[in-house]
């Protein structure tokens, strides 16, 4: 019923909707506030059912969300992963028949429709692979897409601190690891993007001010006339 009512959605769209052919990568590790950012900078209800930016019509890509709902259905509290026992931690979290794998499938299904129909798009990750990411960036680009990231940073000890109280925490250790493998990466996304393509906002500080500063840098990506010629292709094909 959920694929039928999104492919409904998908049938919906055109190429005369807004922001076709755009996809804002989110890159920033356990803790960063990603899911804030992404209400704050394109109106995505941090704890909505709906997958999409009330603002701009953007579809949000996150597998997480499908994660929580495979571990909630098995009976497992997202909240336990923070000291689960490391051997059931695996079991959950590696390999296609896991929780972690069912939702990476979910979400994939899903994020091929929106390609399908050339659907503006936020891809939310945590950015510790940068090869993963350019390889994603490719794909998407091969149907068209422009693409734009918007990096989420914070220091580790606030990373630390909203990981413990957030629904689904993960070990100290491995947020360490995620948080430096996604320092390490910042000056590949700059070359994969591009400067004019990536923003960096230090989301260490509480408050929304530093969000409201980043709001017209994103209208300007936003507004940014579509550069890429397999898009400006299908873009004339389908009007």
């Not at 393509?197 to 989301?203: A, G, K």
Request: aromatic share 8%.
């Amino acid at each position: 019923m959920k694929l039928v009512k999104l492919f409904e959605e998908f049938m919906n769209e055109g190429v005369h909707d807004k922001n076709i052919l755009k996809a804002f990568f989110m890159a920033g590790g356990p803790g960063s506030g990603k899911s804030r950012a992404a209400e704050e900078l394109f109106g995505v209800p941090e704890n909505g059912i709906q997958s999409i930016s009330y603002r701009n019509g953007l579809k949000v890509i996150n597998s997480d969300q499908a994660f929580e709902v495979q571990l909630k259905n098995m009976g497992v509290d997202p909240k336990d992963l923070a000291t689960m026992d490391p051997k059931k931690f695996t079991e959950l979290t590696t390999g296609d028949d896991s929780s972690r794998g069912k939702a990476k499938r979910v979400t994939a299904l899903k994020q091929k429709l929106y390609l399908d129909g050339r659907l503006g798009m936020i891809i939310d990750g945590t950015g510790d692979d940068y090869k993963k990411i350019a390889a994603k960036k490719g794909a998407i680009e091969a149907y068209g897409y422009d693409c734009y990231m918007i990096f989420v940073n914070t220091s580790l000890e606030v990373a630390q601190q909203r990981n413990a109280a957030r629904s689904r925490s993960l070990p100290e250790e491995l947020v360490k690891e995620i948080w430096q493998n996604v320092q390490n990466n910042i000056g590949h996304f700059q070359t994969i993007f591009g400067g004019d393509n990536l923003l960096i906002v230090d989301n260490s500080a509480s408050g929304t001010e530093h969000f409201d500063k980043m709001a017209g840098a994103i209208n300007k990506l936003l507004n940014k006339p579509l550069q890429n010629r397999i898009g400006k292709e299908w873009i004339k094909a389908n009007l």
